[in-house]
């Protein structure tokens, strides 16, 4: 069962336009992590959030932690055919069994 | 590059039978986790060992077990296959105080027929 939910599932837009897509949970974690795969890749980590309400910026990628650490978003500025790829969203669970939990993804093409 | 490498890349397996999958994990780091990638889906964890123990696990069946070696590589063993097992399988490695820090390696490719 998918703990974490991802919106949109698809996205298809053209060279130098903005978009978001987002990352939800019922239940507050304690970290979440990004990352972008690419075909016939693994994922690669792009930042991991860990304080409500925390932004971080990288080049044109802007990762934003909800207050209530229940949701996450991940904006892109000027968006380049590079930025094509799944994002996934990733979260932790603590106590005696460990587990890690990732949303299905959005995948994104960006049309040159 | 993340350091991490797994063995074999493609793998043709028919039902029924049993597969071994190898990673090699970064430098440095003691905890591996596997995962199982469906077409078109996020992975799903199957589970991590850290410092050669099951550290926690899945909801996937006792036909996938594992091992990790004092070199902190590792195997996930998959018995009687299903054809439901096809799918890519996922080796990521993380340091000693940051096991939700993944470095991933490519992935296998298996098959099941």
């Known amino acids: 069962t998918q703990l974490l939910e991802q919106s949109p599932q698809f996205l298809s837009i053209q060279e130098g336009e903005n978009l978001t897509v987002y990352c939800n949970s019922s239940?507050?974690?304690?970290?979440l992590q990004w990352y972008r795969q690419e075909p016939g890749e693994g994922p690669v980590l792009l930042v991991t959030?860990?304080?409500?309400?925390e932004v971080k910026k990288l080049k044109r990628l802007t990762f934003q932690f909800g207050d209530a650490r229940k949701d996450s978003s991940l904006h892109i500025t000027a968006a380049q055919p590079g930025d094509t790829g799944l994002y996934l969203c990733q979260r932790g669970s603590g106590g005696s069994n460990y587990k890690l939990t990732f949303g299905k993804g959005t995948l994104l093409t960006v049309n040159p | 590059e993340t350091g991490v490498t797994q063995s074999p890349t493609h793998l043709i397996k028919t039902r029924g039978q049993q597969v071994t999958l190898r990673c090699s994990s970064q430098?440095?780091?003691?905890?591996v986790s596997w995962y199982q990638q469906a077409l078109g889906q996020g992975p799903q964890f199957i589970f991590q060992y850290y410092r050669e123990e099951e550290n926690g696990r899945g909801n996937f069946p006792p036909r996938f077990s594992g091992l990790q070696f004092p070199n902190y590589s590792s195997e996930l063993n998959v018995n009687a296959l299903e054809l439901d097992d096809s799918a890519l399988y996922l080796c990521?490695?993380?340091?000693?105080?940051?096991?939700?820090?993944?470095?991933f390696g490519a992935g296998t490719r298996l098959s099941v027929l």
């Open positions: 990521a490695s993380s340091p000693e105080l940051a096991k939700n820090i993944q470095y």
């Open positions: 430098s440095g780091h003691n905890t």
């Open positions: 239940s507050v974690f304690s970290s």
């Open positions: 959030v860990v304080t409500g309400g």
